[in-house]
T-cell receptor, first 111, second 113 residues
Framework: QQPVQSPQAVILREGEDAVINCSSS?????VHWYRQKHGEAPVFLMI?????EQKGHEKISASFNEKKQQSSLYLTASQLSYSGTYFC????????????FGKGTHLIIQP | DAGVIQSPRHEVTEMGQEVTLRCKPI?????LFWYRQTMMRGLELLIY????????DSGMPEDRFSAKMPNASFSTLKIQPSEPRDSAVYFC???????????FGPGTRLTVL
């Protein structure tokens, strides 16, 4: 089942902060975050695993609440380069299912 | 490494024709994924392979779609016959582990007239 992302779209001024949320109705093993710029392929940002392990880029901050099956991506002091569509993908534990992506959050950073 | 390579980058075809999309994963990656992206449905996993073996094909829309991975460096996604609703961007991605970062190819933009 597809995770739900919120908000659907955000417009920020450069330097402002944003939080993007991802929630699932299924028990999760991991949450994966990707960013996609228009006309390009998705690019990896971070993986958060059940148990607290995280893999990703140092400048990206995120959290994973295993009990609530929710994850949040924190973008602080936003830069113009942060613009794009952010996707969360979820993996449920114990099975062989691949990633299920949410519909994305569109982020626009204005100067 | 050149990254994940996909061909063609653009494909325009007529309804009923066979379409074959190709992917070369990053060398050493054991997992290969095929995704389809549309405005309406977003980014959907179609099928993924582990060590050339299909593991989860539950996302393949119907029998018109088939995917193969004859060796560790090559995979194809075939649509036969193609329909206008198949128009989308098809991405191939690879990773070293299922729970690791996936590297996406540039995608193939398919238009079925």
């Amino acid at each position: 089942q597809q995770p739900v992302q919120s908000p659907q779209a955000v417009i920020l001024r450069e330097g402002e902060d944003a939080v993007i949320n991802c929630s699932s109705s299924k028990a999760l093993y991991s949450v994966h975050w990707y960013r996609q710029k228009h006309g390009e392929a998705p690019v990896f940002l971070m993986i958060l695993l059940k148990g607290g392990e995280q893999k990703g880029h140092e400048k990206i901050s995120a959290s994973f609440n295993e009990k609530k099956q929710q994850s949040s991506l924190y973008l602080t002091a936003s830069q113009l380069s942060y613009s794009g569509t952010y996707f969360c993908g979820t993996l449920s534990g114990g099975g062989a299912d691949g990633l299920t992506f949410g519909k994305g959050t569109h982020l626009i950073i204005q100067p | 490494d050149a990254g994940v390579i996909q061909s063609p980058r653009h494909e325009v075809t007529e309804m009923g024709q066979e379409v074959t999309l190709r992917c070369k994963p990053i060398s050493g990656h054991d997992y290969l994924f095929w995704y389809r992206q549309t405005m309406m449905r977003g980014l959907e996993l179609l099928i993924y392979f582990n060590n050339n073996v299909p593991i989860d094909d539950s996302g393949m829309p119907e029998d018109r779609f088939s995917a193969k991975m004859p060796n560790a460096s090559f995979s194809t996604l075939k649509i036969q016959p193609s329909e206008p609703r198949d128009s989308a961007v098809y991405f191939c991605a690879s990773s070293g582990q299922l729970y690791n970062e996936q590297f996406f190819g540039p995608g193939t933009r398919l238009t079925v007239l």
